[in-house]
């Protein structure tokens, strides 16, 4: 006979567990400490097993019919359901500790790892920070493309259209490195570009007419200000690196028989050392500049220390 809710609550508990009886293998344990939990036995691989389906009033008497007849189905496939079961539960469990934060800190290792530059590294790390206050604690299989969008256009609504471009693009390598080892099907942010602003490029002012820039190189070499001031602007258009490159260049760096210049990794935004070859007019102006040499490491070295 078919289980009632009001046989269920009249049943008492007694010195050892009994069952209470429905159909098609599914049962009620009621045991002695008045818990009362859903079972349906099964056949499976010519082997009886028994799935547990949830206690009894949290899980009713409908839930453990329609989780009985789940069972069956599975059954039919040809599948055990107590190993779908234990599959799901492993799934859940992996994508709990597979967060957005998790992979995002594991990239952020991996670059570190390919040894990258200290700049790109931190803003990976800047770009990651970004990300995380909405994302860190998701499941990376549980995140949408629109919630990825909703952290970008944020970004965006101060005005930092190219952050939100480059974020977006950072987005996209988490969720492709989510992918490659094997803990996301699918990169919600892959499209999401097409979606932003498109930031407004404000070119530098510079000199591009030749008369120009032959006026700028004698007002250079005209200037009476200090002599090492002259010097520095005058290897600026010899050498194309950046002001504080040229401001920090070191005598140890120079080698005047091979006319270069050798700028060490770690002051540059590269893995390796920078080599930089020297004019003649280069090493002319960098000869000038030891005539004046101070007790310093350093070619133009500070006023005032």
Request: glycine content about 4%.
């Amino acid at each position: 006979m078919a289980l009632s809710d009001i046989k269920i609550r009249s049943a008492k508990p007694q010195d050892k567990p009994y069952s209470l009886l429905d159909s098609n293998g599914l049962r009620l344990i009621i045991n002695p400490n008045g818990s009362r939990l859903w079972k349906v036995r099964y056949f499976f691989d010519k082997k009886e097993k028994s799935l547990s389906l949830g206690a009894y009033p949290a899980v009713s008497l409908k839930d453990a019919r329609e989780r009985r007849d789940e069972a069956r189905k599975l059954l039919a496939a040809g599948l055990d359901p107590n190993g779908e079961k234990r599959r799901k539960v492993e799934e859940i469990r992996v994508a709990s500790a597979n967060t957005f934060k998790a992979i995002a800190e594991e990239l952020n290792e991996k670059r570190r790892a390919d040894d990258l530059a200290p700049a790109t590294l931190r803003k990976s790390e800047w770009f990651t920070s970004l990300l995380l206050s909405a994302l860190g604690s998701r499941p990376i299989t549980d995140i949408r493309p629109l919630e990825v969008l909703e952290v970008l256009k944020k970004i965006e609504k101060k005005g930092n259209h190219e952050t939100a471009k480059r974020c977006c693009r950072f987005a996209a390598k988490i969720f492709r490195h989510a992918i490659i080892t094997g803990r996301a099907e699918r990169n919600p942010a892959a499209d999401l570009g097409e979606a932003l602003v498109v930031p407004k490029v404000e070119h530098y002012a510079a000199i591009i007419e030749p008369k120009a820039v032959g006026q700028l190189m004698r007002d250079i070499a005209a200037y009476q200000g200090r002599a090492l001031t002259r010097i520095a602007l005058g290897l600026s258009p010899h050498l194309f690196v950046r002001p504080g490159e040229l401001r920090q260049v070191e005598w140890t760096e120079l080698d005047f028989e091979k006319a270069i210049w050798c700028i060490p990794a770690a002051k540059m935004k590269m893995r390796s050392d920078h080599i930089v070859p020297l004019s003649r007019q280069a090493l002319v102006l960098f000869k000038e500049a030891e005539a004046i040499r101070h007790n310093s490491k350093y070619v133009f070295p500070g006023q005032q220390s």
